[in-house]
């Protein structure tokens, strides 16, 4: 496994870890040292949800960006790391931000974004 894989891989285990409410142990956490990585957040802007998103990244992380998902593009993306694209909002109004077949960002998906996405591509984990 690369360095980088083990990285997103770190970063989400620390994400699933927030989600469901309990801690999860990291060296780095637990020295003060922040991970080397540059996450970026699209959601929506001002919404409590993203406050706390961003407010548990930076304290792991050594960059967090934030985004609207409703003006999210693939350039955007390109000085980080890994994408988080989320929202939790009312599913007929959230965003339907597009990513084409050449996007190769890790991204996760939280939320409506995650069956609305699967099913953009194809994907297997798509809303039937």
Request: charge should be neutral.
């Given at each position: 496994?690369?360095?980088?894989?083990?990285?997103?891989?770190?970063?989400?285990?620390?994400?699933?870890?927030?989600?469901?409410?309990?801690?999860?142990?990291?060296?780095?956490?637990?020295?003060?040292?922040?991970?080397?990585?540059?996450?970026?957040?699209?959601?929506?802007?001002?919404?409590?949800r993203?406050?706390?998103?961003?407010?548990?990244?930076e304290?792991?992380?050594?960059?967090?960006?934030?985004?609207?998902?409703?003006?999210?593009?693939?350039?955007?993306?390109?000085?980080?790391?890994?994408?988080?694209?989320?929202?939790?909002?009312?599913?007929?109004?959230?965003?339907?931000?597009?990513?084409g077949?050449?996007?190769?960002?890790?991204?996760?998906?939280?939320?409506?974004?995650?069956?609305?996405?699967?099913?953009?591509?194809?994907?297997?984990?798509?809303?039937?």
């Open positions: 496994m690369s360095k980088r894989s083990f990285v997103v891989l770190a970063f989400a285990a620390m994400a699933w870890g927030f989600l469901i409410g309990r801690p999860v142990i990291c060296p780095a956490a637990e020295s003060g040292e922040k991970i080397n990585l540059r996450v970026f957040y699209v959601g929506h802007p001002g919404s409590d993203e406050k706390d998103f961003v407010s548990f990244l304290k792991y992380l050594t960059q967090v960006g934030t985004g609207d998902l409703a003006a999210f593009t693939e350039e955007q993306t390109r000085d980080f790391d890994v994408v988080i694209l989320d929202y939790d909002g009312d599913p007929n109004k959230a965003p339907r931000p597009t990513i077949p050449d996007y190769k960002r890790p991204t996760m998906t939280l939320g409506i974004m995650g069956g609305r996405l699967s099913s953009a591509l194809k994907l297997k984990t798509a809303y039937g």
